[in-house]
């Protein structure tokens, strides 16, 4: 008999080899049709894989991200299965689950899938499902998979392979369909009752731009078709929220292939948010005593040779910067974390002097394959509101509920009202990917699950994802229409400050180790912006708008009243602009209006007569007549209040 550990702690006893499906049929009939996987120590096993010895088991459903995960990725084995029933040749790269679905990256050989062909695949997979295959893990030796793989001419496979250690390959049957793969995935195709395959694009075979061109096909189920009519709905209200669309529209920014690809410039509207955001952060960091610095863009090899950073990322980065002077390299500034360590290490410390708390707006780069660039989310030049603190072991904890209290206050700010927290701690069994002792792990760990029970912050817990110098809190923040965004982030690190042998002397004269928090609420200014953007779908609060008030003079005639009016609010502070087009009212009304602008100010021969205005407000329409100075306390106070509040 094993023993069963349940998140509520219950434990029960089982025969040894017991799958999660009959731990399910064992609780509740229900619950045995609702579960689509089960976690086993925090590794995912298909519900039919024996579970061997004592263990932690978790039962996911569909309302899961390792449920849907098994669900997406048991999807993209059908896609390809679908595949090759109508591309005969066809070789087969990677097919993983994603947030959003799935995707599948193939080689048609001479043939050429189109979006006008993704109709036609999605009724073969519908076919398939109803056959209702079993999907079989089967344990393979290295050698008979590298003989099927390559019997069938799948190269793509081969190399993988290649790469595999032996006795820990497996593969995955359904109907005439084998892949390899390390699963998790359904046990039969049938609970996949809707189908759509979203976009074709274009993928190097493994991110390498040397290596051949392959087809991804994205595509996304759902267990009810009532979902996915549901999820088409949000795809269309997403493409209306794009911030690239947006962000055009609003002249905030812009790319060129000329400067380079990833590489966002922001237009003067743009900027002076971003401003207004890094302003409004200032006032907050100020209450909690940050000190702000700023470092060079570049750094010394050596310098992230000494953090850890080149070891792990080096080959990922822009390749290094040769000086004339030889054997002498730089690169470009991937993060701000190591120059901050020698910030500190600059001047001798007290504990007195503990916390220090170091903050700056630094731009880094980092080398992000073409194929994965989006708009401002995924760039390879952005700048990070970070900031680091130094600080004794015995504070970190209060310094930790501190940055909570900041990333609190810039959501709520922001009216991201439903957000969700994640601790992310190390892989249970892989440790190799991380640097420091155990010693220092567990209390970095610690910290963060006391700081979130204190604050009764519920937080799940996900192992495998923490950051390779320590373990962190991520908040993930629900827009609008319910999509899940990555923002704000703290990390706990013993060891940053170990390999660059910071120091402190303590209250018995001796030197100490300081402890080092990482933080970032906005993440980075431009991924902040962009899903700010697609959260109010560009209906900035009134306070960080960038044009606040649109003057709409009736005529030509009034246009000199107008920029009267201009420069009345620009005493008041209210960034206001005049659209003297020839055009008819009710046109510039409406260009304004998909311009975002709050507030549209009407002046016409009545107007300009009485020294007034005709207000009207962005989806609220006429508000009536006021004078101008009356409008403006308005508007000022409406913003005074706005920033007061936080």
């Not at 998140?7 to 040894?16: A, C, F, H, I």
């Not at 390498?208 to 795809?235: A, S």
């Not at 205005?613 to 106070?637: C, H, L, N, P, Y």
Request: charged fraction near 30%; aromatic fraction near 10%.
């Amino acid at each position: 008999m094993i023993k069963i550990t349940f998140p509520d702690g219950s434990v029960r006893e089982y025969n040894e080899g017991v799958t999660g499906l009959q731990i399910a049929e064992s609780i509740s009939s229900r619950l045995a049709q609702d579960v689509l996987a089960c976690g086993v120590n925090g590794e995912i096993y298909d519900l039919g894989r024996p579970i061997m010895q004592d263990a932690e088991v978790v039962l996911y459903k569909w309302e899961d991200e390792q449920g849907k995960h098994a669900f997406w990725h048991t999807s993209a084995h059908l896609l390809a299965e679908a595949l090759q029933e109508l591309y005969p040749g066809i070789q087969f790269g990677i097919g993983p689950a994603i947030e959003n679905g799935f995707y599948y990256d193939v080689d048609p050989g001479e043939a050429t899938i189109k979006e006008a062909d993704l109709p036609v695949i999605e009724k073969k997979m519908a076919e398939l499902v109803a056959k209702k295959e079993a999907v079989v893990r089967q344990d393979i030796a290295k050698a008979d998979a590298l003989k099927m793989f390559g019997d069938r001419g799948e190269t793509y496979k081969c190399e993988l392979i290649s790469e595999l250690e032996d006795g820990h390959i497996t593969t995955y049957t359904q109907g005439a369909f084998t892949d390899l793969c390390r699963g998790p995935h359904l046990m039969t195709i049938a609970p996949i009752k809707a189908i759509k395959l979203t976009s074709v694009a274009g993928a190097y075979w493994r991110g390498q731009e040397d290596r051949k061109m392959m087809t991804r096909i994205y595509g996304i189920t759902f267990p009810k078709k009532k979902m996915l009519d549901e999820y088409l709905v949000l795809l269309e209200e997403a493409k209306k929220r794009d911030h690239r669309k947006i962000g055009k529209e609003m002249d905030l920014f812009m790319f060129s292939d000329t400067v380079g690809k990833g590489l966002p410039m922001w237009l003067p509207k743009g900027t002076a948010l971003r401003i207004r955001l890094q302003d409004f952060l200032r006032r907050i960091q100020s209450r909690y005593d940050y000190q702000e610095v700023m470092c060079p863009p570049i750094g010394n090899k050596l310098l992230y040779i000494t953090s850890g950073h080149y070891a792990k990322y080096g080959k990922d980065s822009f390749q290094p910067i040769h000086t004339p002077e030889e054997g002498e390299e730089y690169f470009l500034k991937p993060m701000n974390c190591p120059h901050h360590c020698m910030i500190y290490k600059n001047s001798p410390r007290s504990y007195k002097d503990l916390p220090l708390r170091l903050a700056e707006f630094g731009t880094v780069c980092r080398y992000e394959q073409s194929g994965e660039l989006h708009g401002l989310t995924r760039v390879r030049s952005f700048t990070q509101d970070d900031a680091h603190i130094f600080c004794r072991p015995d504070q970190v904890k209060d310094e930790f509920l501190r940055v909570m209290d900041i990333i609190s206050i810039v959501f709520q700010s922001m009216a991201f009202e439903n957000f969700e927290a994640q601790i992310s701690l190390r892989d249970k069994v892989n440790r190799d990917k991380y640097i420091g002792s155990d010693e220092n792990w567990e209390k970095a760990e610690q910290a963060i699950i006391e700081a979130c029970e204190e604050k009764g912050l519920k937080a799940k817990v996900e192992y495998g994802e923490a950051a390779f110098y320590g373990p962190k809190l991520d908040f993930m923040v629900k827009d609008a229409i319910g999509r899940r965004w990555q923002l704000g982030t703290i990390q706990v690190d013993y060891n940053l400050p170990e390999r660059f042998q910071l120091e402190y002397t303590g209250a018995d004269n001796q030197k100490h180790r300081p402890v080092m928090i990482h933080r970032a609420p906005f993440g980075s200014m431009e991924r902040f912006v962009a899903v700010l953007i697609e959260h109010t779908a560009g209906k900035f609060p009134l306070w960080l708008t960038p044009d606040q008030v649109a003057i709409l003079p009736i005529s030509e005639k009034f246009n000199d009243y107008a920029l009267e009016v201009k420069q009345l609010l620009k005493q008041y502070d209210i960034r206001a602009l005049v659209d003297e087009r020839n055009e008819k009212i009710g046109r510039k009304i409406r260009d304004n209006e998909m311009k975002r602008i709050p507030y549209m100010l009407v002046v016409g021969e009545k107007e300009a007569e009485n020294k007034e205005i005709a207000v009207r407000k962005q989806g609220e329409g006429d508000q009536g007549t006021m004078k101008i100075e009356e409008f403006a306390k308005k508007v000022s106070e409406e913003v005074r209040n706005m920033i007061n509040k936080w």
